[in-house]
């Protein structure tokens, strides 16, 4: 499969992945997907992000919780 962003050839891996949905960040791990060694574009196959989707909706995950940095940069 290609990128449909920069049209390099994507690899298929199993990786962490972050997504936001109602204004929470959810982390998930494992996730199957395919990414673009060049510009990092993630195409996840549709059957798996509802699955995710789905497990969120429904609180059928193992929650882990992590703290993590987050840096806010002035406007000016
Ligand atoms: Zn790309």
């Known amino acids: ?4 962003a920069c049209e390099q ?3 298929e891996r199993i990786t962490e992945l972050d997504l936001r949905i109602e204004n929470k960040l959810y982390i998930v791990n494992n996730v199957k997907l395919e990414e673009c060694q060049n ?3 993630k195409v996840i196959n549709p059957a798996i992000s509802e699955e995710i989707f789905n497990m969120i909706k429904s609180h059928k995950y193992k929650l882990k919780t992590l703290s993590l940095p987050v840096v ?3 406007s000016s």
């Not at 499969?1 to 449909?4: I, L, P, S, T, V």
Request: proline content about 0%; some cysteine.
């Open 1 to 4: 499969m290609k990128c449909a």
């Open 9 to 11: 050839e994507m690899i």
């Open 39 to 41: 510009c990092g574009e």
């Open 72 to 74: 806010e940069l002035q």
